[in-house]
């Protein structure tokens, strides 16, 4: 069975970077989509990205084009994902996700889940 840790989380300030990872174990981490969610106060669970198998990752989240990088370790078993230029409104809870046959934006589509990890922008 496999199982997802993120950590990397912390607070930070405008417009400075976090390395987010997410470790995997039970399993190998490159059979499975790899996804990567957020979760602002107050607000539903957004979908920001998507790896495959392959290695080639899309965005859904126009507000963070070109900021940030999704890139697989598959030694480490470990997903990362990147964020540059951050911003207050990029606060959050961050997930990641696996799933086996596809990438979807929505959280229903993902049968596994990390517990989170927390990032705070904030000057």
């Known amino acids: 069975q496999l199982q997802l840790v993120e950590s990397g989380g912390g607070l930070v300030q405008p417009g400075e970077s976090l390395r987010l990872s997410c470790a995997a174990s039970?399993?190998?981490?490159?059979?499975?989509?790899i996804g990567w969610f957020r979760q602002a106060p107050g607000k539903e669970r957004e979908g920001i990205s998507c790896?495959?198998?392959?290695?080639?990752?899309?965005t859904y989240v126009d507000s963070m084009k070109g900021r940030f990088n999704v890139t697989r370790d598959k030694p480490k078993n470990t997903v990362y994902l990147t964020l540059d230029r951050l911003k207050p409104e990029d606060t959050g809870v961050y997930y990641c996700t696996a799933g086996r046959y596809s990438c979807s934006r929505d959280a229903p589509g993902w049968p596994i889940w990390g517990r989170g990890t927390q990032v705070t922008v904030s000057s």
């Open positions: 039970g399993d190998t981490l490159d059979r499975y989509y």
């Open positions: 790896i495959s198998s392959s290695g080639g990752w899309n």
